[in-house]
């Protein structure tokens, strides 16, 4: 856990900040915990599309993260397992998380990061979600490119944009 100082007019003040495993729940007690952050109306509707509800993923190679100010669940982290040098993280965040997303997010690259085999996360961020790409991009994310018509949201294909940290950028940016 670490304390910052959170950077807002008018509500300046610490916030003791983590990021956990929910390692030892099983899938029946991790999906109504999972499905109460995705399904927030404020974290749905921006992650929502057509073909896919958000909701708990039951995979091996899927593992989640809670995140945490001042020890309240504020959201969570979803990293799949994309290869066996690269992971994919979705972020979840509710509105009370996003004036520490920036923090949060730096958290969770040091845990992936503390895996020795680990050297790259992923990021792909639905088309008109841009501000979520510059905050990818405010901690050493690169734009890598975009996936055009990727998914279905809202009968229209939008794209995806892509953003990728290396583990040599994350070590230069800390």
């Keep these: 856990m670490i304390a910052v100082e959170a950077q807002a007019p008018k509500l300046a003040r610490q ?18 915990i999972i499905d109460g952050i995705v399904r927030d ?8 599309y057509d073909h896919r509800e958000p909701g708990f993923i039951h995979h091996p190679d899927v593992t989640y993260y809670g995140t945490y100010v001042d020890d309240e669940l504020v959201g969570v ?8 040098i690269e992971v994919d ?14 923090a949060l997010g730096h958290l969770m690259a040091a845990r992936i990061f503390a ?3 680990i050297n790259r996360i992923t990021a792909q961020i639905i088309e008109g979600l841009e ?5 990818c991009k405010r901690f050493g994310f690169v734009y890598e490119g975009f996936r055009r018509g990727a998914i279905l949201k809202n009968g229209l294909a939008v794209g995806m944009h892509v953003l990728g940290l290396t583990r040599s950028d994350w070590e230069a940016s800390k």
């Excluded at 993280?89 to 920036?102: D, E, I, Q, W």
């Design 77 to 84: 982290y979803c990293v799949i397992a994309s290869g066996f």
């Design 131 to 135: 501000s979520v790409c510059n905050h």
């Design 41 to 48: 109306p404020y974290i749905a509707g921006r992650v929502r």
């Design 89 to 102: 993280v979705h972020a979840f965040l509710n509105r009370k998380a996003l004036l520490h997303s920036v």
């Design 115 to 117: 895996d020795p085999e």
């Design 15 to 32: 916030a003791a900040l983590d990021v956990r495993s929910f390692a030892g729940l099983d899938a029946s007690q991790l999906r109504p």
